[in-house]
């Protein structure tokens, strides 16, 4: 019974850290109230059931995950045109623009173990609203159609199939952190520099 | 190193190091604000190019001609593209770069030129990946040019900063300097006092430290200075004339007269007023007093006109008047004069009887040769033989030579041969410091040897020299000499010489002693002190003052020989400093205890040597001695010297 307890608190210790911390929860308790420290709660339990799941099912998860979260502007919530919040940021105030969906969901997948070259940052523009937009994209290869993680359309489609976006511009993360410890750069992308200072001092 | 000097240094150097880092840091700065522009720019052309990159559908060709326009247009060092694989695809790379700094400067300043990279993609598929490096050139002329506005700043800086410095350090330790002037004034025994007194705390109590010393070394002075004053006063003066008495005569009579003095020959009066008690009766004490003040005045303002002469009251009834210099005949006038006036006095008083109330005169004409018991002797029996032999109440002894041994002419010739011919030949006489048994200087006389090879001494052709009014001549070659001597034949690095007062009185004399001390004031191997008899400072205060700041500009001492207390005051020497005091042992043998005490306080405090002169005995010696006077001139230091 002894050798039981001590190989189920072993197997405890070695299971992956939760996406959110215990200290987060609590921050997000302390500062947005117990709906948002549950939503962190409801994530970190999604995420983990996610662990074991095919690459697909991996990536549908995590975008349905964000996608229940509700759009709103950069000025109405930051009083700025652009920010990229942190996932925490995202979640703690239930609200985000375009940029917060897919940097939620980047991180979310890094932490299920998706490759992060394999992600990329896509900006294109949406024919059916007009206007600029980014997205998630999944290239197994690089030579492969990428799948594309959005918040206007729920479903994780092929890029082919998805018409109503014009790709402008792609970069990967990797690329700019490579630079980054390679060359020794102060910085490589101005927002992403910043998201990564955030994210590094937990902001909420 | 003064204090001013050192802190000017290291605030200098503090002031320096902190601006010399200010500049050094900012420029650090600028550098690596430079590089970060450098990145931002490649990252932004990298930014931009990628974009247009995307719109060539991953046609290598029109991607090749994109990069080249950018690349030519712009300033860059490098533009690669990669393919996803790390395959190059395409690369610019620039040949020449034209720098307009110098090589040393591109040299000791290294600039990293980051890469931007970004990611190239043709619809939804990344295609590769574009480098770009920006070119230094641009980043190096303004550094370049930042350096050189930043060197000019730090010169402009420096300047400004250290001339604050230097009037900040200036105006801060000025108090300093007054007080090292002080201190250093102190250690010259002069004691001035300052009346400004610093704010800075330290620099105040130093300067109140000082002041006191000073007020209190005044004070002691002018204690001495009344206290000697005093004495001198009781131990020479006549209280009811003023004129000097009988010990005063005696003390300064022996410089009148033998070897070494200027004077060939001279008078000596003895006055004798009868029907003093009959006066009493029939004016009164106080009206006889009176009398015998204008009595007194009546003799000393006779002889006033003749240099060195001294009036004196002997006794009740007697006065005395020496005239050094003075021939019989010439004293004989004036002795008459003398009687004609108190006379008159006489009569005014209504003592006009003349066999009860009278003066007579013994008139005594000496030479040089004779000694003080003779001359006193023969103007004794003088004013005896005008008491009972003669109806003109004065007798003149004629107890002297009226002429020279050698003619005037005669005299002229050896001296004008000997100036001519430089035959004065300068003689050291040494002034030993009897407790030490060393040489303090040697005293300098002359002799003169005509072409007949006839050695003639000071005492001999000195009277002759001031008769014939080339006394100024004689001494001026004497200085010359001096001046061009070494110390080794002088014996001495310190040597002194007496200037007697008809030197001073020679008209024009500075205008040919003056250009003489300027010549030789930088190449004199000894040091020289003028010596100049007090008499004569007392008397001629002003011309004095010229004579010895004229001696002190060119570098040269000044002493006082022949002292004896003249002075109302010893202040003057404070002024003077003298570097002796020389007086004959017998005036110094003379003075009690507290006045000796007085002029010993003001000789010390003032760094003064008082010197003896004149000793013959060893008793004298020992006597001086206990007196706290171990400096001798005269023939006793001189066997002292050849015994040793």
Redesign the interface.
């Known amino acids: 019974m002894r050798i039981l307890i001590l190989v189920l608190s072993l197997a405890s210790m070695l299971k992956a850290a939760p996406f959110a911390s215990d200290t987060l929860l609590q921050k997000a308790d302390a500062k947005y109230g117990a709906f948002a420290k549950n939503r962190f709660i409801n994530m970190n339990k999604t995420l983990e059931a996610l662990q074991d799941k095919s690459r697909q099912e991996q990536l549908e998860g995590v975008n349905d995950l964000f996608n229940a979260v509700r759009y709103n502007s950069d000025m109405k919530l930051y009083g700025k045109s652009d920010y990229w919040a942190t996932p925490w940021e995202f979640l703690g105030r239930d609200e985000g623009d375009c940029e917060d969906y897919v940097i939620a969901k980047y991180f979310a997948l890094k932490h299920l173990g998706v490759p992060s070259k394999k992600l990329y940052f896509s900006y294109v523009r949406s024919t059916r609203f007009k206007e600029p937009h980014m997205v998630l994209t999944y290239f197994e290869t690089p030579q492969t159609v990428p799948l594309v993680l959005d918040n206007i359309n729920f479903r994780v489609f092929p890029a082919t199939k998805r018409k109503d976006l014009i790709p402008i511009y792609n970069f990967n993360a990797d690329v700019l952190e490579d630079a980054k410890e390679k060359k020794n750069l102060p910085k490589t992308h101005k927002k992403w520099d910043r998201l990564i200072e955030n994210i590094q001092r937990n902001r909420l | 190193m003064t204090l001013f000097k050192q802190m000017a240094l290291l605030t200098s150097m503090l002031l320096l190091l902190l601006l010399g880092i200010v500049i050094a840091v900012t420029f650090s700065n600028a550098t690596g604000a430079l590089e ?1 522009q450098l ?1 931002e720019d490649a ?1 932004n052309t990298a930014s931009s190019l ?2 247009s990159l ?1 719109s060539a559908s991953g046609n290598e060709s029109d991607m090749s001609t994109m990069i080249n326009a950018n690349f030519d247009s712009g300033h860059y060092t490098r533009i690669a593209l990669y393919d ?1 694989d790390n395959m190059m695809i395409y690369e610019r790379i620039g040949e020449d770069t034209d720098h307009q700094t110098p090589e040393w400067f591109i040299h000791i300043i290294p600039i990293t030129l ?6 190239v ?1 043709a ?4 295609i590769g ?1 574009l480098q770009v490096q920006s070119d230094s050139s641009y980043a190096y002329a303004s550094l370049y040019s930042q350096l050189i506005r930043l060197s000019v700043l730090f010169f402009i800086l420096a300047a400004i900063g250290l001339t604050l410095l230097y009037f900040a350090l200036h105006i801060v330790l000025r108090p300093l300097t007054k007080i090292q002037q002080q201190a250093e004034a102190i250690m010259q025994n002069e004691f001035i006092h300052q009346d400004e007194i610093p704010t800075t705390t330290e620099f105040k109590d130093v300067v109140q430290a000082m002041n006191s010393m000073v007020i209190k070394v005044q004070d002691i002075f002018d204690r001495s200075d009344k206290a000697m004053h005093h004495n001198h006063e009781l131990l020479y003066k006549d209280s009811l004339t003023g004129l000097h008495n009988r010990r005063y005569l005696m003390m300064r009579f022996p410089e009148y007269i033998g070897e070494e003095t200027a004077y060939e020959h001279g008078t000596l009066m003895l006055f004798a007023f009868h029907g003093a008690l009959e006066a009493n009766k029939v004016i009164g004490h106080q009206n006889v007093d009176v009398l015998f003040h204008k009595i007194g005045k009546i003799v000393q303002n006779k002889g006033r006109h003749i240099d060195d002469s001294i009036a004196a009251r002997v006794n009740g009834t007697e006065f005395m008047l020496l005239l050094p210099g003075c021939l019989g005949s010439e004293g004989l006038r004036i002795a008459l004069r003398i009687i004609r006036a108190v006379q008159t006095v006489l009569r005014d008083k209504g003592l006009e009887d003349k066999e009860t109330f009278n003066i007579t005169a013994g008139v005594m004409g000496y030479d040089r040769d004779k000694d003080i018991g003779t001359i006193l002797s023969g103007a004794d029996y003088a004013l005896s033989q005008a008491n009972h032999l003669t109806d003109e109440q004065i007798y003149l002894d004629k107890n002297h030579k009226s002429s020279t041994v050698m003619g005037k002419e005669a005299w002229r010739n050896i001296i004008t041969d000997a100036l001519e011919e430089d035959r004065f030949r300068l003689d050291f006489w040494p002034v030993f410091d009897a407790r030490s048994k060393k040489v303090y200087h040697k005293e300098i006389s002359f002799t003169l040897l005509d072409d007949e090879k006839n050695l003639y001494s000071y005492g001999k052709f000195i009277a002759p020299v001031i008769t014939l009014g080339l006394l100024a001549e004689v001494y001026m070659n004497i200085i010359r000499q001096i001046l061009n001597t070494s110390a080794s034949n002088a014996g001495s690095s310190l040597c002194s010489l007496r200037l007697p007062s008809d030197f001073f009185h020679t008209p024009n004399i500075t205008l040919a002693l003056e250009p003489l001390l300027e010549a030789h004031a930088d190449t004199l191997s000894i040091e020289l002190i003028f010596g100049i008899p007090e008499r004569f400072i007392a008397t001629n205060m002003e011309l004095s003052n010229s004579f010895i700041a004229l001696f002190k500009r060119f570098g040269f001492g000044v002493g006082i020989y022949q002292f004896t207390g003249e002075s109302e005051e010893y202040s003057y020497l404070k002024a003077l400093r003298p570097a002796y005091l020389k007086a004959d042992a017998s005036f110094l043998l003379d003075q009690d205890q507290q006045s000796m005490s007085s002029l010993q306080i003001i000789t010390n405090s003032l760094g003064i040597e008082l010197i003896a002169t004149g000793i013959t005995e060893t008793a004298e010696l020992e006597q001086l001695g206990k007196a706290h006077i171990h400096t001798i001139q005269g023939p006793l230091a001189e066997s002292y010297i050849k015994g040793s």
């Not at chain 2, 980051?114 to 990611?119: C, E, G, I, M, R």
């Not at chain 2, 619809?123 to 990344?126: D, R, V, Y």
């Open positions: 970060e990145y990252q990628s974009l995307g996803m980051p890469v931007a990279s970004v990611q993609s619809g939804w598929s990344p990946v």
